[in-house]
Every structure is written in C-alpha cells, then in structure tokens.
C-alpha cells in the first residue's frame, strides 16, 4: 500500500531502522538508507531492498543533516531512528558526549523534520514517526543525556503534531523498550562498571527487570507500528506515544 512513496529510514542500516526499512519497504515503499556500516554490507542491503538509495551523513552535525535531506530528496515517509546511548554517573558525564546524544538523538529529528515539511504540506499527506524509547516517558539512572533527549523527542513529536494536524500529516512516537540490537549490547560492558555487576546480573537484573514480560522486544516488532502509523486507518492517529516495552511503564 506504499507504492510510490518514498520513506527516509535515518539510522537504518543496523537494529530498528534497518527493520524499519524492511518493512516499509516491503509494501512497497522506495527506502532511502542512512547510517555508518560496512561498504559490502550497505550495498548488499540495499539491493535486498530493491535498490534502496543511501545516503551517509553523520547527523551529529547542523550540516551532516542538511546534506542528507538534500541527498534524499522529497520524502513522503520520515522515520527519525538514528540514535546513540552512554552510560555514566553524571559527574562524569563527557560534556562533549552530552553534545553529541542531544545533536544525533534530539536535534537532528528537527532539523529533518524542517526540510521535508514544506515537501509533505504541498502534497497534503506526509507521516513522521520517531524511534523515541521508554526512556521518553521515565527514566534510568547513569543515562542523563539519553532520557533528556528522549523527553525531547516526545514534547517535539506532540508540538509539530499540532501544527502539522491541519495538512494530512501525522507526527507519532514509537517507544520501546529494551530491543535486542548492538545499540543494547554495547551498553553491557559501561553498565556492569557503573553498578558494579557481572555481564548475566546487567542482562536479567536491570535490562530485563525493567521488562514484565522478561523479553527483548524485537526489531521487527517496532518496525510492525510503524507501518501501521503509514496505512489510512492511522489518519487521526497524531501526536501519540506508543510504547513496546512488555508493560515497563505501565509499572
Ligand atoms: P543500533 O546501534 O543498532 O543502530 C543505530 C543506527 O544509527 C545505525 O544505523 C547507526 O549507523 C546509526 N547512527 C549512529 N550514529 C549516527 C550518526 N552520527 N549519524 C547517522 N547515523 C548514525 O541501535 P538501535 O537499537 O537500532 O537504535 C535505533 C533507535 O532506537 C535509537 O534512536 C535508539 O535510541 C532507539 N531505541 C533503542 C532501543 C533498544 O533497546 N535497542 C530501545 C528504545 C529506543
């Protein structure tokens, strides 16, 4: 049902964008890809995708944002994914670390929402959907930069929800919880130092606590929403947060 139109997937060659992208694309969706990964591997995505474009812009930067929404052209579908994790006590917290979690996982949603805007207004008809997370809507010790940019995912997703309502465009968060990618994996080794844990103590007692359904939520499961956030059927679905977290924040 997504024939003809063209979604940009940010973030998209590794965990839940690259899932993301599969599914849209499998309706039918023309996917442009973004992200940092292997030559061979992005290629070989991309002709999984049915020649998806690519477009490799760090969005840590004003301009790396720019150069992608122009490389990318007009899109109908903006998925804003793209993010990073740190985890430290905030007394330690790396000032430019701090920097570049709000630019990647708060600014560079705005500055892509800012140039395909005019683009879905004129076509009366745009979706954008944000990868936010659990930690939009409450938050974990030692991830300081993480949550306030979260938080700022949610407020901005329901800010450009009003003004957008009028246009046929719908702006809606996604928010899971804990999902089996690199992105969780590499947040072991910093976690066990920070509490002091053993690598199977961080995976059940605090990942895993969080989650009643004691599961990771799969990619493919967030990347299910998202298409339903672009069907007709989700027209009046518009400034929401969904969560896919196993209950996390209904606790
Ligand atoms: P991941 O590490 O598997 O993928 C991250 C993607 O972002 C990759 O394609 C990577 O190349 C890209 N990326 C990283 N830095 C970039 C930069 N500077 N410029 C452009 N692209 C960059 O992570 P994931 O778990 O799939 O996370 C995707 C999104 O989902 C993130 O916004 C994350 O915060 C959110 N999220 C993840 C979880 C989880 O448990 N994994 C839970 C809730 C929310």
């Not at 949603?109 to 997370?133: C, D, E």
């Not at 509490?195 to 990347?223: G, H, I, Y």
Request: aromatic share 6%.
């Amino acid at each position: 049902f997504l024939s003809g139109k063209r979604a940009l997937v940010t973030g998209s060659t590794s965990g839940i964008g690259l899932a993301i992208a599969r599914a849209l694309a499998a309706q039918g969706a023309h996917i442009v890809l973004n992200g940092f990964g292997e030559e061979d591997e992005i290629a070989r995505i991309r002709e999984e995708l049915g020649g998806a474009d690519y477009v490799n812009e760090d969005l840590t930067r004003t301009e790396g944002v720019e150069a992608l929404m122009k490389g990318a052209g007009d899109v109908d579908i903006l998925v804003n994914n793209a993010g990073m994790q740190h985890v430290e006590r905030v007394e330690d917290f790396p000032p430019a670390t701090w920097d570049r979690i709000i630019a990647l996982n708060l600014s560079a949603n705005f500055h892509t929402t800012r140039l395909a805007v005019p683009y879905m207004k004129k076509q009366g008809w745009g979706r954008i959907i944000a990868t936010a997370s659990a930690h939009s809507l409450v938050a974990s010790p030692f991830k300081a930069a993480y949550v306030s940019a979260k938080h700022g995912v949610a407020g901005f997703t329901k800010t450009i929800a009003l003004e957008l309502a009028s246009h046929g465009i719908t702006a809606n968060c996604i928010s899971p919880g804990y999902v089996w990618t690199p992105l969780v994996e590499n947040q072991i080794p910093d976690t066990m130092k920070s509490r002091n844990l053993t690598r199977e103590q961080v995976v059940n007692d605090v990942l895993l606590s969080q989650q009643p359904t004691k599961k990771f939520v799969q990619p493919e499961e967030v990347a299910a929403m998202a298409v339903f956030l672009c069907r007709d059927e989700a027209q009046n679905i518009n400034g929401a947060n969904y969560a896919i977290d196993g209950g996390w924040t209904a606790q």
